[in-house]
């Protein structure tokens, strides 16, 4: 019979707590959200022997129980309220044991809530390279609890942090840390009364934080700040006294114990690359370097991947349509949900080395660098250090970079954050920018190393974050604070990657780019099919009998063939989708976009990934040819009846890269936006003024360059 436990996963960042996590649970994760908040909640099973299964917490990193952003607030109010639906049986603190002493001041203080709790000793691999050597019997006998020395990166030690969850549950021997009675102690036996708790360091930390904490009513509140006041109850300076506290514990517990024989040398590696890497000048140079490279790498090693997965999807709608019976249910199938799907699929490649490469970076600790190298640049233009991590992981996605803004304990700096975030080029416009690279750019070297279509995406990105930047110096003016902000982080030294954790985020990424971007093309492709292939019945019936009364010859199949095409063309500008396009066309115009364009433009600001399927089954649809080609190939024969010319001229091209670049085309970005400001008045004054500059960017590009 199956016991099922449940485990909180608790540390400070950068400890590889989420490596654990992902040792633990494999690929049985899901990630919701915590209960009336938008902080992300992972969770997942593990098999811990023949009868035991542990649902795994993973909660947010954090140094204390002392909360600095919303993250961090939930380590508390998941631990201290046994009425939350994630409150944990037993804790796993997970700990750097290259860095002891600081890691376990947040293990004396969930210690002291009275958890059963093990503490688990990740990256005992590198200590012992840096010369630390920990003597774990003696440390895991002066807590009181179990400690596993274990390396997370290389999945030694698993084995036995399943068996030792399995036998904490029932036992909770861990010695409380300090005398928490000592900092406020009527106060402390007043909460006690009020909240019914015999655990004194519980009842610190309701008064510490209790405005935080949503277990409690209004009543309640009101109660407990009238018991600070009663016994006048600082808070800042109780906090100061206890960490120091706690710091002359942990000295006492760690002496004979932790033996650092190569303190001096312990940096010295790292230091010696943090010369180069931060450097005021290389470091920028070397990271456009990186840049370059990671772009290049998109387009030069995805290209054999891609041609087959595109191949693939041709010959299936070929095969599809030469096998299956001809009617309505074939060609909504081929022409509107293959080709769709197609046209997401073709870029998973591209998707997986993007999150591979920038997993490489993060897990290796250069992003940590490139955050502190941006940070004077950052307060110039009205942002904080902060800033730089939800806008480099906007590269990946913008919905959870603006979450990740919760960090930033400046409202402001916050604000401004989570209004340009948006403009970084994301993963989602990848799939438009590579498509429309491919048609206008040739796949030519410079100098024989440097690709140019890779330069051009390179150059896509840049053009995103510099208007990021550039949008938020206007915000500093615009928007009034009188807080003061400060950037504090710890640079991780430098370490190799974790190679199954990059195969991990590659296949995670990219399966979860399918199936959320894959819902919305399936759906966006089945309407659109449906408006590009009917239409008002006067315009179908007065298209027929035109054709109708055309005589050709049976034989002269070429001839058919463009009569055929003629009237799928005609057919689709005056089906409903044809005229949705080209009513909006007059728009669109003088920014060098015909009516089909127009129909891609409305149906991706649901998402911006959609353009490529619109794309592709507005051409399928158009198509009449018994041998279906690719949806490059479509395009790139594209004409403008008018002129004759290419419709996807240069000039074109980068008009539409750069009103993708520009525009809010993402409902779920919005949403979220306007879950983290709590108010409609951001994403709105968002929507507007990045159309405005998608608009005007695409106008003055295309009327200079056509």
């Known amino acids: 019979m199956l016991v099922d436990i449940k485990v909180a996963l608790v540390g400070n960042p950068n400890t590889g707590k ?38 795994v917490i993973d909660l947010p990193g954090t140094y204390s129980l002392y909360p600095k952003s919303k993250d961090e607030s939930i380590v508390f109010q998941v631990l201290a309220d046994k009425g939350n639906p994630s409150h944990p049986d037993m804790v796993v603190l997970v700990a750097d044991a290259t860095n002891l002493r600081r890691n376990l001041l947040l ?204 191949s693939s999807f041709a010959w299936l709608t070929d095969f599809g349509h030469a096998h299956l019976p001809d009617g309505v249910l074939t060609n909504l199938f081929l022409d509107g949900i293959v080709a769709g799907l197609g046209g997401i699929v073709i870029f998973i490649p591209q998707i997986a080395i ?35 991590v939800p806008m480099i992981g906007g590269i990946a996605c913008a919905v959870p970079s603006i979450m990740s803004a919760r960090n930033i304990e400046n409202w402001k700096d916050r604000i401004i954050t989570i209004m340009v975030t948006p403009l970084v080029s994301c993963s989602a416009r990848l799939p438009v920018y590579t498509l429309l690279i491919s048609l206008v750019v040739p796949n030519e070297k410079i100098l024989g190393v440097f690709n140019k279509q890779g330069l ?23 928007i009034k604070a009188k807080e003061k902000s400060y950037f504090i982080m710890e640079l991780p030294v430098y370490r190799m990657p974790r190679w199954k954790n990059v195969l991990y985020t590659m296949y995670e990424k990219s399966k979860t780019f399918v199936l959320e971007a894959g819902k919305v093309i399936i759906a966006i492709s089945i309407v659109l099919w449906v408006m590009a292939t009917y239409g008002p019945s006067k315009r179908f019936e007065a298209i027929e009998k035109k054709y109708a009364a055309i005589e050709t010859p049976a034989t002269d199949s070429v001839k058919l063939a463009e009569l055929e095409r003629d009237r799928a063309a005609e057919k689709l500008e005056n089906s409903y989708a044809g005229i949705l396009g080209q009513t909006i066309e007059p728009v669109i115009k003088p920014l060098g976009f015909d009516w089909k364009i127009g129909i891609a433009l409305i149906t991706s600001f649901a998402a911006r990934e959609a353009f490529v399927g619109t794309m592709s089954t507005i051409y399928s649809v158009d198509s009449a040819d018994e041998e279906t080609t690719t949806i490059r190939n479509k395009m790139r024969g594209a004409v403008n009846p008018d002129t004759g010319e290419p419709i996807f001229t240069f000039a074109t091209g980068l008009s539409l890269m750069l009103f993708y670049a520009f525009a809010m085309q993402c409902m779920s970005t919005v949403a979220i936006v306007y879950r983290e400001t709590k108010s409609w008045k951001w994403p709105v004054i968002q929507l507007v003024y990045m159309t405005a500059m998608a608009y005007v960017a695409s106008l003055v590009a295309y009327q200079v360059l056509k």
């Open 456 to 478: 051009a995406l390179m150059l896509m990105y840049l053009i995103s974050i510099v208007a990021a930047i550039l949008v938020a110096l206007v915000m500093k003016f615009i």
């Open 107 to 310: 293990c004396s203080q969930v210690a002291d809530l009275g958890l059963p709790m093990l503490l688990v000793l990740n990256m005992t691999d590198m200590a012992k390279k840096e010369g630390i050597n920990i003597n774990v019997d003696k440390l895991a006998e002066r807590l009181g609890i179990q400690v596993i020395a274990m390396s997370a990166r290389k999945n030694e030690g698993l084995d036995k942090l399943k068996e030792a969850i399995a036998n904490t549950t029932a036992i909770s021997t861990q010695l409380a840390s300090i005398d928490s009675k000592q900092f406020a102690p009527e106060a402390i036996e007043a909460i006690k009364a009020k909240i019914n708790t015999e655990n004194d360091y519980f009842a610190l930390q309701v008064l510490h934080q209790h405005e935080h904490l949503a277990f409690f009513n209004e009543q309640d509140q009101a109660a407990i700040e009238q018991i600070e006041q009663s016994y006048g109850f600082e808070s800042s300076k109780i906090q100061g006294a206890e960490t120091v506290a706690r710091y002359r514990y942990l000295s006492t517990i760690l002496s004979d114990v932790v033996i650092d024989l190569g303190a001096a040398k312990k940096f010295k590696i790292t230091d010696k690359l943090d010369s180069i890497l931060t450097h005021r000048v290389w470091g920028f140079a070397i990271f456009l370097l990186i840049l370059f490279f990671v772009f290049n790498a998109i387009f030069s090693w995805s290209t054999y991947p891609m041609d087959l997965i595109e």
């Open 354 to 388: 993007l999150f591979a490469l920038i997993s490489i970076l993060e897990d290796t600790g250069y992003m940590a660098r490139v955050t502190f190298m941006m940070d004077k640049i950052m307060r110039k233009f009205g942002l904080s250090g902060k800033s730089v």
């Open 18 to 55: 989420s490596t654990l996590f992902n040792l633990l649970t494999g690929l049985n994760q899901k990630i919701g959200n915590f209960p009336g908040i938008t902080v992300d909640k992972k969770t997942g099973l593990s098999k811990l022997n023949s009868t035991q299964t542990a649902t």
